[in-house]
């Protein structure tokens, strides 16, 4: 019998199986039901959305009242009625997320308590890396599009009611994700604090969004053969208003002009006016204008004459997450490996050497996978730790690995969760000098799992950095033997190896305590 691959096994389990993800979002709760054909594609069967301002408490006051909490219960009771209709059971293919109202409330745990308790269902709060993954997974089915130039660079941009998330694809791979805590309905309450005219309300939103612009462009630097794609309800929204014609589905290109001058419509009108002239909610109308305003400026800060709408969203991408799984996309992990040679880039580290390690890194994780018994999500996390283990020369060369760490848990890593970054940022630290120790409050605060983890794997890359200690890159194709209690690395191409060697010997220690093997390397000449 011919065995399915894993590929055809993850479609099938799948198919016309509904699938539903809920987000607790800032100005709402959002719920999406969809379905998966025999090629892969989503079908929405249904969307809900129900009202509930947790920013408005939780950017004013810092928590969420009570009277808010029990607000959200009673949507995700409503919520829970219609997966019923839909035939789900339980919790099964339910996946429920919360972002950044709930993510800085105080009391978030009381919020997810009292959800768990009203409605079975576990909250997980999306940190900054998970949204900027999970955005690009909801636009990646349309990378290919027409609309989008069939691999044309592309800058993602999506304001929410409290950040603004930025991704900008090259060719298909990341080179740079940001997060600004710069959202329409954060805009909107700032105006609360002051008694002005909404001429000056408009004047003091578009102050703070420019500086926004400028922040983002100054990381595009010179790149301007770009495509402008929105996201958000908002945009949506304002598309269908200014061609009625679009079918909500497909991307759809706007104009600048026609942007501005819808734009600047909206803004005349008071929150009451524009309520009744396009039936939004109260909450919507109240995050409209300044979200139109964002997007405006941003395309003219950015010399642009129109951006592409999609109607793709982060919950798309948690849907495609759940059939697909985190990493296991081709295209998703070279857009991760492209952010970290990025940011290998942007702190003038030798991206010639990193490269090479990581080349090296991977094939000795390869010829180790019988002694690590690690999985492909850690060999790409080497990958990253290899290509980035060098970016606290730009700090100074003393104690540069602990400076690689501090970069990196402060960069912004796409594809990454907050777990994988502190993984990442621990591996490099430990690519040279000090072993893990339980003294290293880092380290420490893992739990055992991921601490054992860090440890083969900084193991790992300290040998691929020995093997290129003159950062040449000479000793490129290795072969790797274990015999006994010495693991053998051949260095073909190269006739002597002894400045690696004594290379090896000095950072070799971590990966015999590690694996109970001593790194030996030898000339194949």
Request: net charge neutral; aromatic share 6%; hydrophobic share 40%.
């Amino acid at each position: 019998m011919k065995k399915k691959s894993k590929k055809s096994a993850v479609k099938s389990e799948f198919d016309h199986t509904p699938m539903a993800v809920i987000d607790i979002g800032s100005t709402a709760i959002r719920m999406t039901i969809a379905e998966v054909d025999r090629t892969g594609s989503l079908r929405t069967l249904s969307s809900l959305q129900q009202s509930v301002s947790i920013g408005k408490d939780t950017f004013k006051k810092g928590f969420i009242e009570k009277s808010t909490m029990e607000e959200c219960v009673r949507a995700l009771r409503h919520f829970g009625r219609v997966l019923d209709e839909h035939g789900f059971i339980g919790n099964q293919r339910v996946k429920v997320v919360a972002t950044t109202a709930v993510r800085e409330a105080s009391n978030q745990e009381a919020l997810r308590d009292r959800i768990h308790i009203a409605c079975g269902w576990d909250i997980d709060v999306l940190d900054l890396a998970d949204i900027a993954r999970l955005t690009y997974m909801g636009v990646r089915p349309f990378l290919d599009q027409k609309e989008f130039g069939k691999g044309s660079d592309l800058l993602i941009v999506e304001m929410g009611g409290g950040t603004t998330e930025v991704c900008f694809i090259g060719k298909g791979d990341t080179a740079f994700s940001q997060t600004f805590t710069l959202g329409s309905l954060r805009l909107r309450q700032l105006m609360d604090d002051f008694h002005i005219s909404l001429t000056q309300q408009h004047t003091l939103i578009s102050q703070n969004i420019m500086r926004a612009v400028e922040q983002i462009a100054g990381e595009l630097g010179k790149k301007n053969n770009y495509i402008l794609v929105a996201l958000g309800g908002d945009m949506r929204f304002a598309a269908s208003a200014i061609n009625p014609q679009w079918d909500g589905t497909s991307p759809i290109p706007l104009a600048l002009t026609k942007l501005a001058d819808y734009t600047e419509t909206i803004l005349a009108l008071s929150v009451e006016k524009l309520i009744r002239k396009t039936k939004l909610s109260f909450a919507e109308a109240e995050t409209f204008g300044p979200a139109l305003l964002f997007y405006t400026h941003l395309a003219q800060g950015l010399g642009k004459k129109g951006l592409v709408v999609a109607s793709t969203s982060m919950r798309h991408g948690l849907l495609m997450e759940m059939i697909h799984g985190y990493d296991g996309d081709e295209r998703f992990r070279k857009s991760i490996l492209g952010s970290a040679e990025s940011i290998t880039n942007k702190y003038h580290a030798n991206v010639k050497h990193a490269k090479q390690v990581a080349r090296l890194a991977a094939t000795l994780f390869d010829a180790l996978r019988a002694e690590h018994r690690l999985q492909s999500h850690e060999a790409l996390l080497l990958q990253v730790a290899s290509l980035v283990h060098d970016i606290g020369l730009f700090i100074g060369p003393r104690n540069h690995h602990k400076h690689s760490m501090y970069l990196i848990q402060n960069s912004d890593l796409f594809g990454l969760n907050g777990r994988d970054i502190r993984l990442v940022s621990l591996i490099a630290r430990y690519h040279r000098r000090s072993q893990p120790k339980a003294s290293h409050v880092e380290y420490l605060a893992l739990n055992f799992n991921d601490r054992i983890t860090v440890t083969k794997l900084s193991a790992i890359l300290r040998v691929a950095d020995a093997l290129d200690e003159n950062h040449t890159g000479r000793i490129d194709a290795i072969d790797c033997e274990i015999v006994g209690n010495d693991f053998f690395v051949t260095a073909h191409g190269v006739s002597d190896v002894s400045l690696e060697e004594i290379a090896l010997r000095n950072k070799g220690t971590l990966f015999e305590d590690t694996y109970g093997m001593r790194p030996l390397l030898r000339a194949g000449g």
